[in-house]
């Protein structure tokens, strides 16, 4: 069975910083990996992905992740946090089940910024 | 946008009433999911849709039952609300041949 664990449920972070969202998998073959972000009160969004290849993806918003294999992680960065990135950020993974591809979110990861 | 559209987008109703829930799409995806959303447990998946009167159960499927007649529409009924069901309920479809999802705004479902 596949899983995904974000460690902290809660981050805050002064506006300006560097921001790192962590996110540890577990599955047996190569995954499918994504960051969704989730504004109050919006559906979620997809930030970035990565299927295979460079293990350093960029996303929307400024946001990139790196895929380390050793490590089961695919963290989540920005190099400035700005205000407007106050939200929740969902890692996922996706497995293959017969012909259906089966998604399995973590629990979130609430991002508060401060001035 | 993935022209993805949910309605009602708030709804209040009471234990052991039925309660339809409306997805819409506007791009013929083949692939459509319901989830819902509770503080500490990300997204759960309902049920999902593979095709036209094509649907499978997800992971928390009790209780709830789907339907889909038409490609753009994907409807989530609880056939007798109860208060457990209190949640917010996602509708995704899937574009591209890995499992890319794009979500709905979202319907915030209250039971009394």
């Known amino acids: 069975a596949q899983s995904v664990t974000q460690p902290d449920i809660h981050i805050t972070v002064s506006e300006g910083a560097s921001l790192e969202l962590r996110c540890n998998y577990s599955?047996?073959?190569?995954?499918?990996l994504f960051w969704y972000v989730q504004s109050p009160g919006q559906g979620l969004q997809l930030l970035l992905k990565?299927?295979?290849?460079?293990?350093l993806v960029q996303g929307i918003k400024g946001f990139e992740a790196e895929f380390k294999r050793s490590q089961s992680s695919f963290n989540l960065r920005k190099p400035s946090v700005h205000w407007s990135d106050a939200a929740e950020y969902f890692c996922a993974v996706v497995r293959n089940s017969g012909g259906y591809q089966k998604v399995t979110f973590g629990t979130g990861t609430k991002l508060q910024v401060i001035p | 946008d993935a022209g993805i559209t949910q309605s009602p987008r708030h709804k209040v109703t009471e234990t052991g009433t039925p309660v339809t829930l409306r997805c819409h799409q506007t791009e013929n995806h083949r692939y459509m999911y319901w989830y819902r959303q509770d503080p500490g447990h990300g997204l759960r998946l309902i049920h999902y849709s593979y095709g036209v009167k094509d649907t499978d159960k997800g992971e928390v499927s009790d209780g709830y039952s789907v339907s889909r007649s038409k490609t753009e529409d994907f409807l989530l009924t609880l056939e007798s609300a109860t208060s457990s069901q209190t949640s917010v309920y996602f509708c995704?479809?899937?574009?591209?041949?890995?499992?890319?999802?794009?979500f709905g705004p979202g319907t915030r479902l209250l039971v009394l």
């Open positions: 995704a479809i899937r574009n591209g041949t890995v499992e890319t999802q794009y």
């Open positions: 599955y047996g073959a190569t995954p499918y």
């Open positions: 990565y299927f295979s290849g460079d293990t």
